[in-house]
């Protein structure tokens, strides 16, 4: 969409203020500017632009269409005003547009809205241990309630669970960095909700409710280095978890990795497995036998993990099916794949495990 800017003048306090207010795909910003170019504070701005619609003088503006002035105020009112069904696939939004867009509320992960009849559905990335996960185009989503058991009777996972026939319309947006808000379109209720074992924010098992959801249109790939980022930081978290917790969430863990499409489609690891090859090779590469070749910036001993049956032939991901390796022995199971080192390996691992 081309960018709409619109520019007043207002005088406040003996001065003379300009005012930029400009739209483009789906995100709208106001500077104000004195005379001089000296762009004011947030503080300022709200109050001026607030001040300049009490005044009216949104009617007495200039409408830039990429530089090319249109003769049409409506237009831009028009296209001023953002709703649900005009905000773009893949767009990013702040917390304060998610408000003003669908009048809901301006925190938590499922947020209802009776004056747009709407439904948000957050998967924020950054901040739950456990992940929302995709297989395929089908996200699974946990519930409302962060600790105890969940019930399929509480706020919106009532009102998600009858989605199909209460007439509301449910959005879904992801978040990768933290305060921007990814939406990824009108999605649905495509199978029935089911019941999983997961730690409560507490570290307590319970019972959730996952909520299979699709995107009602094709889905809008991934940027990599979003996946990459949320990678990063699930594995900061999980590798401060004590030995005793890393067990326990594993054990509520599912066997199948997840797979998003971005660039190329790529698997999302259970990091909990990940990181304990690591302590279990303790330094030492699970296959020659020798230390890890260098520490990493963080201190540890640089060691790969690698699938003894990869992910692309089926294999699990689970810590049964995994080696910590050197990068060299890595770099041979994936040139070579020999028998005699997958053997080797599934002694070793499945000895640790039987142990």
């Known amino acids: 969409m081309n960018r709409i800017v619109k520019k007043i ?3 406040h306090k ?10 483009q795909n789906g995100s709208t910003s106001t500077i104000v500017e004195d005379s001089s170019g000296v762009e004011y504070p947030r503080q300022s701005r709200i109050f001026l632009r607030e001040k ?4 009216g003088l949104y009617e007495n503006g200039y409408l830039y ?3 090319i002035e249109v003769d049409t105020h409506t237009y831009f009112r028009n296209i001023h005003k953002i709703t649900p069904s ?3 696939q893949g767009g990013i939004l702040n917390n304060s547009d998610l408000y003003n867009v669908f009048k809901c509320g301006n925190s938590g992960g499922m947020r209802k809205s009776n004056t747009t009849n709407s439904l948000l559905i957050i998967s924020d990335h950054t901040k739950s241990l456990y992940d929302d996960r995709w297989e395929e185009d089908v996200l699974y989503y946990t519930g409302m309630g962060q600790t105890g058991d969940q019930s399929l009777e509480f706020m919106q996972n009532k009102t998600l669970n009858e989605s199909g026939k209460n007439g509301i319309t449910v959005y879904l947006f992801e978040v990768f960095n933290a305060g921007e808000y990814t939406f990824r379109g009108e999605i ?3 199978k029935n909700p089911f019941q999983e074992e997961q730690n409560d924010a507490d570290g307590n098992s319970r019972r959730v409710w996952i909520f299979p959801l699709k995107l009602k249109t094709v889905e809008k790939e991934v940027r990599l280095k979003d996946l990459k980022n949320i990678i990063e930081k699930r594995e900061n978290k999980i590798r401060k978890l004590s030995d005793e917790q890393l067990i326990k969430n594993i054990a509520n863990s599912r066997k199948v990795s997840s797979k998003r499409n971005v660039e190329t489609t790529t698997y999302e690891r259970n990091q909990h497995v990940v990181e304990y090859a690591k302590r279990r090779a303790k330094g030492k590469c699970e296959l020659c036998e020798e230390e890890a070749p260098f520490l990493t910036k963080d201190k540890q001993p640089y060691l790969e993990v690698h699938h003894i049956q990869w992910l692309s032939n089926g294999g699990e991901d689970s810590i049964t099916n995994v080696a910590a390796l050197c990068p060299n022995c890595h770099r041979k199971m994936h040139a070579l794949d020999l028998e005699i080192d997958k053997s080797k390996l599934n002694e070793k691992v499945k000895g640790d495990f039987n142990d």
Not at 15 to 22: D, L, P, Q
Not at 52 to 55: G, I, N, T
């Open 9 to 11: 003048e207002l005088k």
């Open 14 to 23: 003996g001065k003379n203020f300009i005012i930029t207010h400009s739209y």
């Open 52 to 55: 300049a619609k009490q005044l």
């Open 65 to 67: 269409n990429d530089g």
């Open 86 to 88: 005009g905000l773009k």
């Open 188 to 190: 649905k209720l495509v």
